[in-house]
């Protein structure tokens, strides 16, 4: 079936709207939630939202906030643009619509770059073989960095986050921990990982940058254990604690 290139305004039943897989960004009841319910009972939603069809109806790439919010208000249809996109184009647009949005969580960052990374890596498999060469991870990287206006390297270690257990992701979302001590952690296994957790909490304490690194060389030396961690993590005062 031929592809239909051009969009396609509509309104659409919430019912046939569905999330997109595994998106990055969180939808959550807070204040800024309440404040957009408000609006659009009010208004309506003035901005239509951004979706690819599917076999099942259609996958939402831009407006997860405002479907929630619709929802929430009792409205049973939204405004729409219809746009026929593959998985990788989707990806792609919808990390690019929200990236530069305000107050970010380092998670959210963390994945984003990620789906956006491996979108990008995806695309250029179709071209392997073209002196273009997409598809390398040098590649992947600069197209990130021109897109979001960070650094490769910047790039690179919020993606490293996409490693940490979800309870160690929590602390950076809090501002609790370090982005470089989340950084250092991610090369631990989960199964440290938990037990670096464990030691937190039992110290109420976050591991220095310093101690961090020391945990990461420990681990691929093959040296780290339990007993390690507590050690490191028992010679950093309770509720001491690295800020960015």
Same mark, same amino acid.
């Given at each position: &079936?031929?592809?239909?290139?051009?969009?396609?305004?509509? /309104?659409?039943?919430?019912?046939?709207?569905?999330?997109? !897989?595994?998106?990055?960004?969180?939808? +959550?009841?807070?204040?800024?939630?309440?404040? %957009?319910? #408000?609006? @659009?009972?009010?208004?309506?939603?003035?901005?239509? =939202?951004?979706?690819? !069809? /599917?076999?099942?109806?259609?996958?939402? @790439?831009?407006?997860?906030?405002?479907?929630?919010?619709?929802?929430? =208000?009792?409205?049973? +249809?939204?405004?729409? @643009? $219809?746009?026929?996109?593959?998985?990788?184009?989707?990806? @792609?647009?919808?990390?690019?619509?929200?990236?530069?949005?305000?107050?970010?969580?380092?998670?959210?960052?963390?994945?984003?770059?990620?789906?956006?990374?491996?979108?990008?890596?995806?695309?250029?498999?179709?071209?392997?073989?073209?002196?273009?060469?997409?598809?390398?991870?040098?590649?992947?990287?600069?197209?990130?960095?021109? #897109?979001?206006?960070?650094? *490769?390297? +910047?790039?690179?270690?919020?993606?490293?986050?996409?490693?940490?257990?979800?309870? %160690?992701?929590?602390?950076?979302?809090?501002?609790? &921990?370090?982005?470089?001590?989340? $950084?250092?952690?991610?090369? %631990?296994? #989960? /199964? &440290?990982?938990?037990?670096?957790?464990?030691?937190?909490? *039992?110290?109420?304490? +976050?591991?220095?940058?310093?101690?961090? =690194?020391?945990?990461?060389?420990?681990?691929?030396?093959?040296?780290?254990?339990?007993?390690?961690?507590?050690? $490191?993590?028992? /010679?950093?005062?309770?509720?001491?604690?690295?800020? $960015?």
């Amino acid at each position: &079936m031929p592809r239909n290139d051009k969009p396609i305004s509509a /309104e659409l039943p919430l019912s046939a709207l569905h999330p997109f !897989p595994n998106h990055p960004y969180k939808v +959550t009841d807070d204040e800024a939630m309440f404040a %957009l319910m #408000d609006s @659009i009972d009010a208004h309506g939603v003035l901005s239509p =939202v951004l979706v690819r !069809p /599917e076999k099942d109806g259609y996958e939402i @790439i831009s407006g997860h906030r405002r479907c929630h919010a619709a929802k929430a =208000v009792g409205l049973k +249809t939204v405004p729409a @643009i $219809v746009c026929d996109l593959s998985r990788s184009e989707a990806a @792609i647009l919808l990390v690019d619509s929200n990236l530069h949005r305000e107050h970010l969580l380092p998670s959210e960052k963390a994945f984003a770059y990620k789906l956006k990374m491996d979108a990008i890596k995806h695309q250029g498999k179709s071209m392997e073989g073209t002196s273009c060469k997409t598809g390398t991870k040098s590649r992947s990287d600069e197209l990130l960095a021109e #897109d979001s206006g960070e650094s *490769a390297r +910047t790039i690179q270690r919020y993606i490293r986050l996409t490693n940490l257990i979800p309870e %160690l992701l929590e602390y950076l979302d809090r501002d609790e &921990m370090a982005l470089s001590v989340g $950084v250092e952690l991610s090369y %631990l296994d #989960d /199964e &440290m990982q938990y037990a670096v957790l464990d030691a937190m909490e *039992a110290e109420d304490c +976050t591991p220095s940058y310093s101690q961090a =690194v020391r945990l990461k060389n420990l681990s691929r030396c093959g040296d780290l254990n339990e007993k390690c961690i507590m050690a $490191v993590m028992q /010679e950093q005062k309770a509720n001491q604690r690295e800020r $960015v």
